[in-house]
Each structure stands twice: as C-alpha cells, then as structure tokens.
C-alpha cells in the first residue's frame, strides 16, 4: 500500500522557521513527482511547491516562492519542506502527495501554526 | 493565475438523488481538470482527472465532463458515503483549486 507520512508541523512565530518532512513507501518514490500542498482551516486546498521526479524541475506558488524551499532524497525516499519567514497567513495543514498535475495520493497532513 | 469557480457552494440532497457541481475556469484549461472528496479531518481524495477519467477504485457513480473553460461533476445516484467536500482543480497552469462545494443531507 502507498504511504505518505508527514511530519514536523509546529507553532512558530511570525519570522520563524520550519522544515516539513514526508516519508514515503509502498511505491518506487524515485519514479513519482512529488507536491507539497496546503489548506488553511475552512479553506480550499492551494498548491504550494513541485518537484520533479528527477529534480530537474521545482516549481512554486507565487505566495511561498523565496521563503520555501522543497527538496528531496530519493535514497531515504522523502521529500522536504524548508520554510522560512513565516507569515501567519501560512498556517495550515501541509500535505505532501504525489503525481504530476493531479496527484492520486495525500499523506494525513501536519499542521502549521504561525502565531505570537 | 487561473481562477476556478465552483458553484454552488453547498448543495442539499437526499439519497437517491443526481447531484451534480460545476467549475468554471478562467482561461482555457484544456481537459486539465480533476474533482477530489474531502471529509473532515481527512486529505482530499482523487476522484476523475484530465476532466473525465475515473481514477483506479472510484465508483461508476461519479463521472465528470468538460473542455475549455466549463466542467461538470455528477454523481448519478447520491449514497451515504458521498456526503462530503468536492473540490474541482485546474492544472493547466500551476494548479488552483475551486472553493469547493458541500453535499449536506436534505
């Protein structure tokens, strides 16, 4: 069975930092794209970052780019999420999920708080 | 950026009932379109992508259709696992999703 587990949300203050990570099984994780997407309580999903399977492309939402940055070790089969002067409009739960444009499967999520 | 327009926003429906939610893009997204399920305190699901398929293990229940800039969800027949969130998404361009539209029990 495919697995996603994320990890490594928190409360932080606004300026802070934080690294999300995802580990991932059940499938051969070198050969899937991977997302990291978002959703603030009550709200729709939004998209965050991208990255290919070979790391050859990343791609960022225009709300994160410059203060988030994905990565990913496809020896330990995970992706990462480094973030960066947080915003408190940047608290949500964070799934990592995997696929190209529509992925097909969502980790549980890990929730992010930014908050003084 | 590529908005997504869902309407409505929640919808009322006993089981039984054709259901069906539409999305409107922005801009031209081809067949660039796929609808998840969400419930409470879970990820969303895939349902359908590239507008009309049906993602491996999803009911026949469920179908979607469109081109262009206007797409439709439809489940054919309302069961009482399908009162949820559904959310249609664009990736065309990046990817958006719409706002989503609640099935609540009539």
């Known amino acids: 069975d495919v697995h996603l587990v994320e990890s490594g949300g928190d409360l932080v203050q606004p300026g802070g930092s934080l690294r999300l990570s995802c580990a991932a099984s059940?499938?051969?994780?070198?050969?899937?794209?991977m997302n990291w997407v978002r959703q603030a309580p009550g709200k729709e999903p939004e998209w965050v970052a991208y990255?290919?399977?070979?790391?050859?492309?990343?791609t960022y939402a225009d709300s994160v780019r410059g203060r988030f940055t994905i990565s990913r070790d496809n020896a330990r089969r995970s992706l990462y999420l480094q973030m960066s002067r947080l915003r408190v409009e940047d608290t949500a739960v964070y799934y990592c999920a995997r696929g190209e444009g529509s992925p097909d499967f969502w980790g549980q999520g890990t929730l992010v708080t930014v908050s003084s | 950026d590529i908005q997504m327009t869902q309407s409505p926003s929640t919808l009322s429906a006993s089981i039984g009932d054709r259901v069906t939610i539409t999305c409107r893009a922005s801009?031209?997204?081809?067949?660039?379109v796929a609808w998840y399920q969400q419930k409470p305190g879970r990820a969303p699901k895939l349902l359908i992508y590239?507008?009309?398929t049906l993602e491996y293990g999803v009911p026949s229940r469920f179908s979607g259709s469109g081109y262009g800039t206007e797409f439709t969800f439809t489940i054919s027949s309302l069961q009482p696992d399908d009162f949820a969130t559904y959310y249609c998404q664009q990736y065309n361009i990046f990817r958006t999703f719409g706002q989503g539209t609640k099935v609540e029990i009539k």
């Open positions: 801009q031209d997204v081809s067949r660039w």
């Open positions: 059940g499938f051969t994780f070198s050969d899937y794209s």
């Open positions: 990255m290919s399977a070979r790391i050859n492309t990343i």
């Open positions: 590239k507008a009309s």
